[in-house]
């Protein structure tokens, strides 16, 4: 199955499925072999990364030149975090068409105004496009798209801008109907108690991503009650790459040596390992002079 059939399984199926965060191609890597079956192309992540804001300042090139890199190095999907599609319905549907010639599997949208900013900033107010312009950008996105089963899901932004649920409701029934293959409903809340309004309102009419960032202590089994589709981890990697470059810089900075670290790190050998170095030297082997 190619890599949009395998997303488009994962989103649509009853089964809950899991993305899990990268931002780069050494952390999708890692991604694939802890055994998940798709990857999410977090903005926060990969902006942070690139030492920026979640605020657009990195650009849609750039942005495809980093999945490239992802997608290159593995060969489970990735369903990119395409903010609000970084423009309007036009630069939306390049999106899409960029996005195919890359051998990316979809792309989640979200129905802010360009720049958008991350929808967790305390007291930011998150200004929304109205449904008829972002309904008619998932539809542009859609008759865009070569592939049938590349994947565009709307993400429904009403609960993190404050306008209710009726509002939400109301957002995603549009983005349905405009031919979005799922919607993302996000909540900004400590508790499940948003999602679980949502979907019981929802009543199961089409697939729904949720992203448990602050509602972490929610147990997976509520997710599978309500008849959540896919969840993702959306930041988990960046995070816990950042914990653990500060613990070392600051060990070794201390320190002034290495001795204390080396057993806490990853050996030089694991990083080969993971940059697929034997398959280079078999490579040198076949294709170089002997001798
Ligand atoms: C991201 O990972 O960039 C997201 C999810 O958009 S969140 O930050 O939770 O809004
Ligand atoms: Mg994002």
């Known amino acids: 199955m190619n890599k949009t059939s395998q997303l488009k399984q994962s989103i649509v199926s009853n089964r809950l499925e899991f993305l899990m965060e990268a931002h780069d191609a050494l952390s999708a890597i890692i991604v694939e072999e802890a055994g998940f079956k ?14 920026v804001r979640d605020n657009n300042e990195v650009s849609w090139t750039q942005v495809i030149d980093i999945l490239e890199f992802m997608s290159d190095a593995t060969s489970i999907p990735i369903l990119l975090d395409g903010d609000t599609g970084y423009g309007n319905f036009n630069n939306a549907r ?3 068409k960029k996005l195919e010639q890359r051998g990316i599997a979809g792309v989640c949208i979200e129905d802010k105004q360009f720049p958008k900013s991350n929808s967790f900033i305390e007291g930011k107010a998150q200004p929304l496009a109205s449904i008829e312009e972002f309904s008619g950008k998932i539809k542009a996105m859609k008759d865009g798209q070569q592939d049938e089963d590349f994947v565009v899901v709307a993400r429904v932004e009403a609960l993190i801008a404050g ?29 499940v108690s948003e999602i679980e309004a949502f979907m019981k309102e929802w009543g199961g009419r089409h697939p729904v991503v949720i992203v448990p960032t602050k509602y972490y202590s929610t147990p997976t089994s509520r997710f599978r009650e309500l008849g959540v589709n896919a969840v993702i981890w959306a930041n988990h990697n960046l995070r816990a790459s950042v914990a653990a470059m500060q613990e070392v810089s600051q060990r070794i900075f201390r320190e002034q040596s290495l001795i204390s ?9 694991e990083i080969f390992r993971l940059q697929k170095m034997e398959e280079l030297q078999a490579a040198e082997e076949r294709y170089l002079p002997k001798g």
């Open 261 to 269: 670290v080396e057993d806490d790190v990853a050996a030089l050998e």
């Open 94 to 96: 390049r999106l899409v």
């Open 163 to 191: 306008l209710g649920m009726e509002e939400a409701l109301r957002r995603a029934e549009a983005y349905r109907l405009a031919g979005a293959d799922a919607v993302l409903i996000h909540s900004k809340k400590s508790d």
């Open 38 to 51: 798709g990857i999410w192309a977090s903005g926060l992540s990969m902006s942070a990364a690139m030492g």
